[in-house]
């Protein structure tokens, strides 16, 4: 690549042979970012003092100037170690001096030189240079025949794929019959080639050297001009191909407005492929919509499968994929506030949501617990669950697992059944519009087992927070994120429960309530909802302390308040049947008129001490899933012949007990 020194001095204007007389010391010019190599030419732009100071004098004298290459372009100040040590001797043509003291120069590249050493840097660079000469040797001619054929054709490969390079550069290459000269000229015109690369073959002084690293320069950027190319041609190919299809869309739209038709087929795809695109869907599913919408195009309206895949379009555009309930600023005085306003005791659940409500304050994106609630029916356990929702500010979905046999309730049908929908997860959220609601799964420990699947099992992936973040519905088969979802279970006993299940949810146990707490119930929610729900005022009825505690002792057992609302509903029907006929008096609700319009008590607290009065009759202790009993066993003394016989399936055991 470098440039023989016997070459016509480009400071005379005499046209001779003489060879390049190279002084031994010369001015030196730091370039950054920029090569120039022999042979070439090029502009530059001078700002620093002491390089316009430099060319100043270079001009006034008529001297050569050497530039050198910055190792790093950000010195302002380079010392000999900032320059590459091979550079190019150079003459320069034209100067234009700039408004702002810049100066723009077209200088010629001459021949290599080599930096010895830095003379003085004051008031510019001045440094001891030598010619650093090309070597060629015998034995690598045909080589280098070769490798110039080579380097030509690539280069004007190059040059017919790139869009930065002009064409001129081809005829201009095939002009050069030197092959240094022609190595030179190609790395000085490929702009994509870093600043250390052209430096390096410029530094490279064995010819056949250079060559071969050129060669293998340009036969790695016309694999790269190559690729890119062909990935150009196959976006076009893509972008004519889109193109053709929307003007022929809109051209068979224009034909059919002029004829006065309409495609209600079209307009229909077109409005599905606009909620497609704005539904938020992720990239998978809005892939799997698009294939779905494209193989309704095709159909007839009239097939059977177009309202099938219609139908499943529909569940894909209307599901909440980027929706949310938009929470408020969480405030925990306030959700306390709501929890105890609906719901008196039950502290251990309530203390539990507020604790993840605190969490979630510090720490918003967390996943919400599975919380399962365990106790006697009439304790609260769904409405808890809605005041939770309430005091979060979310949508409430409930669905009822009770009696549920089918795994396809849970996880929906394929789509080759006939009229296949999806499963109660789906259609829950679908129905709450919001992908973060608070979906309550009540009575989780009355579900049922059949030949048609395990509904219990199929519960397995929607209550793991590790597996629901890609739920697959059967009948949607794409996946849907539920990790937002606060799923709230609701259960009488946890023995039904399977341990699999049992072991994804946190369990909360509401016992049943006491006498106390139930005549708080009834005075803080019961009585006013019943007087409300009767078409009563509190003017018109109010109930003693004694009367409420007489109704909870003698007319309800229960572990929760559902028994007692009904008799406070009736109540509240006796006064509102006087109303009716007339009789407009308050009526206070006291123990004498709960006998009378409810009629004598059903439960005595006497019944214990009035059985065991009488010998042979114990007392025992019963535990049911709603409260528990007591249990009289009696002894009876009667005539007989002094045998004893057991029938059933006692076992052999209770017949030896017995005889």
Known sequence: MSDEVDQTDHTSDSGDDRPLSIPDEIPVLPLRDTVLFPDSFMPLAVAREASIRLIDKALAEDQ???????????????????????????????????????????????????????????????????????????????????????????????????????????????????????????????????????????????LRSRMDHLNRILIKELEVLELGSKIQSEVQSEVGKNQREYLLREQLKAIQKELGETDDQAKEIEELREKINTSGMPEAVQKEAFRELDRLSKMPPAAAEYTVSRTYLDWLVMLPWNLRTEEKIIDLARAKETLDGDHSGLDKAKDRIIEYLAVRKLKPDTKGPILCFVGPPGVGKTSLAKGIAASLDRKFVCVSLGGMRDEAEIKGHRRTYIGALPGQIIQGLRRAESKNPVFILDEIDKLGTDFRGDPASALLEVLDPEQNTTFRDHYLDVPFDLSEVLFITTANVLDPIAPALRDRMEVLELPGYTEDEKAVIANEHLIARQIDNHGLSSEQIAFTEDALRFVVRGYTREAGVRNLEREMGALCRKVARRHAEGDDSPITITSEAVVEMLGAPKFLDEEVAERTKQPGVAIGLAWTPVGGDVLFVEATRMTGSGSLTVTGHLGDVMKESAR
């Open 64 to 206: 050569l100037v050497g530039v050198f290459t910055q190792r790093e372009a950000s010195i302002e100040e380079p010392t000999q170690d900032d320059l590459y040590s091979v550079g190019t001797i150079t003459h320069i043509h034209k100067m234009f001096k700039l408004p702002d003291g810049s100066l723009r120069l077209i200088v010629q590249g001459l021949a290599r030189v080599s930096l010895k050493t830095i003379i003085e840097t004051d008031p510019f660079i001045r440094a001891a240079v030598s010619s650093a000469e090309e070597s060629v040797s015998d034995s690598d001619h045909l080589e280098i025949d070769a490798l110039q054929r080579n380097i030509n054709n690539n280069f004007q490969q190059i040059v017919s794929l790139s869009p930065l390079l002009s064409d001129d550069l081809q005829a201009l290459s095939g002009n050069i019959t030197d092959p240094g000269k022609l190595t030179d000229f190609i790395a000085s015109s490929l702009t994509t080639l870093a600043t250390s690369a052209k430096q390096e073959i410029l530094e490279t002084l064995d």
